[in-house]
């Protein structure tokens, strides 16, 4: 299995008692983000999508993110009122969002002569630590779900959000945490699979934008989508995946607005998988690189882990300098932790990443070089290299990222199925 | 004490163990309306409010009502989904207005320097039936709010909302619930008052725009402020009142943005009553009123109280014909009640409502004789006239209605103190 740099999650979904494949044989969960349920007519279609999945015999759980831009609009009061919300109070608010939707949809299922119950995150029995902003899920106490599942009933659960175990408050869980939610609900209930809904129609191989003849992917593995994820594929949180990957939830990412079957995202050995040897291309138009010198990298790396920063790649140059890249949101923490190390530092950023992920990478030599002629014959220079086993990943500069996605994805036939 | 035509309020509001008069000496309940609440900047002046009552060395509970058309937008979401609105999904809907409020008053809170909770009523320990929509408090279970008290902290309950007993489903309790929470929980912690911060500075003799030299009364009895608010008079909502009057809680009715002492509604013995014979007159512009012929009483009214209609005067003139009274907003309900009985009936609309109010009016004969010598006096005729033992109540049309006020306020001399 390939290593990821991410950090283990230690998120535990566990309620064997409830859960189990006997019975999750014919469960579903099913996730709509915010775009799906932008309005009351949108969140009609999703409630009919509910009904046809329980109408095919299925057990359904519907997780729905807040309204459009519901959450920003909280968000904005939050700020109105002060310039450093205190977390408890700003989970109990920003978490409103998700039962405002989930309640309305539960009025549309019983509109269409079936029983639903929308249920907040803690009567889900969603129990988290207490780290606000981003709480971590420790435990599914599915019983009251199983209930109501067992009186035939459509069970909707407001997303990214939890309760703590020790002080009984709201939690959230972060950014993409209805996904999260999604993907611990089938852990806990052992469902057949867990359908991302969203506003495309699967993974693909290129961004469709800049590379018109990018195909959709019938699946890939964890490991590809994580490294997709991270290179720029912005389908997916990395979180969900990974709490997917740590407890075999099948997930298939799907349009909201279309029939057609997705993309699954699998274990290694699914028989949905193509095996392909190289699955994608993903990029990312900007991506900062830092460049420190005199510095232990002990000292550099704990203190941005402390400031949150997601780092990406890592290069010791010499023994006195390190360069590394970390995401343009991550900017501002960097500089501010660079700031305060009293040391000498630099930073570009008319730089972007492109990445070729593919699974098949591990046991098939010679993808780096191919890689490296494809850039030198159209002439862009890569600046910094950094490769796991599944993934080769070149910063070159921003004007050139679309060149480097279309040749790339063409010279290794991303295109062909 | 004078009855009224109201049912009696079996809420239950004991918390024995934690509440009582040795703690609450220094308690107060504060609640806050949809207009005191209506922006963020507002918000920061309530949680300003609320510090200044904690400075003074009381342990508050505040009870913030949903920021001004936020429940209204949220019944307008539900109706756009569903016709019918699942009773259960909809109150789930329209409790989260509440909790916005309420969580971002705690923010002001905790940067002003103090300690803050918001509670949802669920947290708040406010225990109802499950009849949803117009729940009744069962019990307040106030273990959490009496923690964070002892804690020094500031502690805000979501208003007009709790928990089911039996199926722990989110209810609300109905319109100017968050009146009723107030109450309960001033009665539950033994509160030394409850106070109720409007957009007026009290109860008054009479409505300020009809006459402009109406007086703001100092304090009334819980049965004046019942007969007040049944005959027009919107400061407080009846069930609160009822609710305050059968667990002994004082309520001081007063201004969000002033300092002004408002008015009390106290108990008939308390002190600060002035012992007045009249209160004051207060009015409906329209209440529409019913003829019925060749009907059995019972069943007329069994089958309007089904119908939810508050039925405020009844006549029986002749052993064949009845007339009723009901407010406007009962119109539509009366007339299909009345269509599906296959009986004779007329309504008409043109006729408002006068009513003098005064605990003091049981010992003083004469008053209903000065009443209709007054209405004489200035040519006004009474179509159907009511009274309670501390209250008259004449039909008059609704043109003469702003001239019968003001009349009856000059004859009884109610702007002198």
């Excluded at 693909?204 to 699946?219: C, E, F, M, N």
Aim: some cysteine.
């Amino acid at each position: 299995m390939a290593t990821t740099q991410y950090e283990a999650v230690p998120e535990v979904a566990a309620d064997a008692a409830a859960g189990g494949d006997a019975r999750g044989g014919n469960l579903l969960v099913m996730k709509f983000g915010g775009t799906s349920v932008a309005d009351t007519q949108k969140i009609r279609d999703v409630a009919r999508r509910l009904v046809a999945a329980r109408e095919a015999g299925n057990r359904v759980v519907g997780v729905l993110s807040a309204m459009g831009d519901t959450t920003d609009e909280l968000i904005r009061l939050a700020y109105e009122v002060s310039p450093r919300p205190h977390p408890r109070e700003y989970d109990m608010l920003i978490s409103v969002g998700e039962r405002i939707s989930n309640a309305l949809c539960a009025m549309a299922i019983h509109d269409l002569g079936h029983e639903a119950i929308s249920l907040t995150g803690s009567q889900a029995g969603i129990v988290t630590d207490t780290v606000h902003g981003k709480a971590k899920i420790a435990e599914v106490r599915a019983t009251r779900i199983n209930d109501a599942l067992d009186a035939g009933r459509v069970v909707l659960v407001a997303g990214f959000q939890g309760v703590s175990a020790d002080s009984h408050d709201v939690t959230t869980l972060g950014r993409g945490g209805s996904d999260t939610t999604a993907v611990a609900l089938a852990a806990a209930l052992g469902a057949r699979a867990c359908e991302i809904y969203t506003d495309v129609e699967g993974v693909y191989t290129a961004d469709p934008r800049i590379v018109p003849h990018a195909r959709k992917l019938p699946a890939v593995t964890y490991e590809e989508m994580l490294e997709l994820a991270a290179s720029g594929a912005k389908v997916l949180q990395l979180r969900s995946v990974e709490f997917a990957r740590n407890h075999d939830v099948r997930l298939h990412v799907r349009s909201t607005f279309s029939e057609a079957e997705g993309t699954w995202i699998v274990d290694e050995e699914d028989p949905v998988l193509e095996k392909a040897i190289i699955s994608g291309v993903a990029h990312v138009d900007c991506e900062p690189l830092y460049r420190v010198r005199e510095i232990e990298p002990a000292t550099l790396f704990e203190r941005l882990a402390a400031a949150n920063v997601n780092v990406d790649t890592i290069l010791q140059v010499t023994s006195d300098e390190i360069v590394f890249s970390a995401p343009l949101e991550d900017r501002a923490a960097c500089e501010e932790v660079l700031g305060a190390l009293d040391v000498e530092w630099s930073m570009r950023d008319d730089l972007g990443k492109v990445s070729l992920v593919g699974a098949g990478m591990k046991s098939h030599p010679g993808i780096a070089a191919k890689t490296f002629a494809t850039l030198d014959r159209i002439g862009v220079e890569s600046r910094v290299i950094s490769t796991s086993p599944i993934k080769i990943a070149c910063h070159v500069r921003t004007e050139d990222v679309p060149r480097a996605v279309t040749a790339l994805h063409d010279a290794f036939e991303l295109g062909r199925a």
